[in-house]
């Protein structure tokens, strides 16, 4: 049985949905147009957040919200915030292509304790909670069982638009064409962990993403019994910037994998800092992160201020199982 947190989120998801959904229908009429749906898309962006805003501050009036399109607002409890993105996969939505999310997750302490990803076009509900499980719908779900790195598909997201780090990402693509059945990118990061929690892809990696981008979807992956990191191994943080999700058996291979790649590769990529948490109305888009990786050898520490997700449970590391 979904909790009254989960209900409120489910309820929240669905009616800013109804919304994207009319949207997206106009979206597809206007592709013809010289114009072009931009500014449409937008707009209907924004609506979805206002709804999303309100809904949640009307069932849960204290808690602090952190939405992509209109930053930061605290709330009078300190300890609980909101993470929403009101549409992940927009460039999907702008050209009509049917796949994209609305992703809430909700703090607690600095950790992610549940986490709704709502595919409106298949009415796919992907919920969970820290200690409950991962759910579609009513069903439960369980990461996939593959152990071999050989038969794995897995997901990824290309950076775009001139943004740093395209040639460590490019390493990582080229070792993932080497070793495993095939790599997907399907333009929205929260669906592309809900479906490592739901087995579809046995894992997913990406540089440079947002908070919103992931921190619904942590929870789904960890409750439906994967491991989630960044991709230097360490624990997940909603601000780290690079995420590598899988099932529990692949995770330390995936990781391997992309470590060794990122070595050979020559880019030279300084991580930039993060602001404290709560500190910024516009949480970072962190990119890139290779150098990260190059860093874990020096034992680089979690960064708590910057929300690192202290309830994880991370894989160890280089384990492969
Ligand atoms: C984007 C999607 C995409 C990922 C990008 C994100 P948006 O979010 O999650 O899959 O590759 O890095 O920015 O812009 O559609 O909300
Ligand atoms: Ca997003
Ligand atoms: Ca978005």
């Given amino acids: 049985m979904p909790s009254a947190t989960i209900n409120v989120m489910e309820a929240a998801a669905r009616k800013a949905a109804r919304g994207l959904i009319r949207d997206f229908g106009e979206v597809e009429n206007l592709q013809v147009s010289r114009k072009g749906p931009a500014d449409y ?32 607002t605290e709330g009078e409890d300190t300890r609980r915030r909101w993470i ?41 509900l992907f919920w ?16 996939s069982s593959r152990q071999r790195l050989s038969e794995a598909v897995l997901a990824t997201g290309i950076p775009f638009k001139g943004r740093a780090g395209k040639h460590a990402f490019l390493a990582t693509v080229e070792s993932a064409i080497d070793n495993t059945a095939g790599i997907r990118r399907l333009g929205s990061a929260a669906l592309d962990l809900a479906y490592v929690a739901a087995g579809r892809y046995d894992g997913f990696w990406e540089f440079g993403l947002s908070p919103w981008d992931v921190a619904a979807g942590i929870v789904l992956v960890r409750e439906a019994g994967g491991f989630v990191t960044d991709i230097a ?12 999700a899988a099932n529990d058996r692949l995770h330390g291979a995936v990781r391997q994998m992309l470590d060794n790649s990122l070595k ?9 800092s993060l602001p404290p948490h709560g500190g910024s109305s516009r949480a970072p888009v962190r990119s890139p992160v290779a150098g990260d990786v190059c860093r874990r050898q020096e034992g680089a520490a979690d ?8 309830g994880s449970a991370a894989p160890p590391t280089g384990s492969g199982r």
């Fill in 303 to 310: 960064n708590d201020a910057s929300g690192t997700d202290r």
């Fill in 264 to 272: 050979a590769s020559d880019e030279d990529l300084a991580p930039k």
């Fill in 233 to 244: 191994g360490r624990p997940a943080a909603i601000g780290g910037g690079s995420i590598l």
């Fill in 84 to 124: 929403v993105d009101p549409l992940d996969g927009t460039t999907n939505f702008l050209h009509g292509i049917p796949h994209f999310a609305i992703s809430i997750g909700l703090e607690e302490d600095g950790a992610m304790v549940a986490g709704v990803v709502y595919e409106p076009l298949r009415d796919e």
């Fill in 41 to 72: 898309v937008t707009e209907a962006d924004r609506r979805a957040e206002r709804i999303l805003r309100a809904e949640l501050a009307k069932a849960r009036p204290g808690f602090g919200l952190l939405m992509e399109e209109s930053g930061e």
């Fill in 128 to 143: 969970a909670e820290k200690g409950v499980g991962c759910y579609l719908n009513r069903r439960r779900l369980r990461v």
